[in-house]
């Protein structure tokens, strides 16, 4: 199993401001995405992070809101920019050792917007 | 594309009942499923995977199974307890090995 430390557990935050989550897992790993959780929905899927080249968006999510960068294979960040209400969720950090195998999550991070 | 969807979406029961809890698919080519735990404000930590060629999987009181062909996975909670009280997702891997979740169910155990 991997072991994944996500920071920060929480925050609040200004509107107009940026915040940058970090996930950092103590191993290799080949394949790392980053979820949404907005308040009492499911995990929706932002992007994969492609360790040395550009993340892959979902549709509905864009680089200039939501840049992240993978410069190995054991961390990744995942920056919220111009933040709004809006914005206010649980930020995951998912991880897999290869396809088809068990997805790890880290703590997650609370997001609250004001 | 990949629908999960998950039944009940909330239960209340009392300390020591054996539980159901339904996660179905519309996309059966899946290559996995898997079960997770989620408590308030927190991570999902994983309970149990289910490989496609898989029909369950057990891991103390937890019981996992999976019918492929009718796209539908059950999780079953044997002698429930106050700790287990958190929500339930499931997700369902298919060709991009992406998770996809349902909304989760969210259970509640009283003393």
């Known amino acids: 199993s991997a072991v994944i430390s996500q920071k920060p557990s929480r925050d609040i935050c200004q509107r107009g401001t940026s915040l940058t989550i970090q996930c950092q897992v103590d191993?290799?790993?080949?394949?790392m995405f980053w979820y949404r959780q907005q308040p009492g929905q499911s995990l929706t899927l932002i992007a994969t992070?492609?360790?040395?080249?550009?993340?892959?968006?979902e549709s509905g999510f864009v680089i200039d809101k939501f840049p992240i960068s993978r410069p190995n294979l054991t961390f990744s960040t995942l920056t919220v920019s111009n933040m709004s209400p809006e914005d206010s969720s649980i930020y995951l950090c998912?991880?897999?050792?290869?396809?088809?195998?068990?997805?790890?999550f880290g703590q997650g991070t609370r997001l609250t917007v004001v | 594309k990949q629908e999960v969807t998950q039944i009940p979406a909330a239960l209340s029961v009392p300390e020591g009942e054996n539980l159901v809890l339904n996660c179905s698919f519309t996309d059966s080519a899946i290559y996995n499923l898997q079960w997770f735990r989620q408590d308030p404000g927190k991570g999902l930590t994983s309970l149990l995977l289910i490989q496609s060629s898989q029909r369950e999987q057990t891991s103390g009181r937890l019981n996992a199974s999976l019918d492929k062909s009718s796209g539908r996975s059950t999780l079953y909670i044997a002698a429930s307890q106050p700790g287990d009280s958190a929500t339930y997702l499931c997700a369902a891997s298919g060709g991009s090995y992406i998770p996809t979740f349902g909304r989760g169910t969210s259970l509640i155990v009283h003393p």
């Open positions: 998912n991880v897999q050792q290869g396809a088809s195998t068990e997805a790890f």
């Open positions: 992070a492609n360790q040395g080249s550009e993340a892959t968006y």
């Open positions: 191993s290799q790993v080949t394949m």
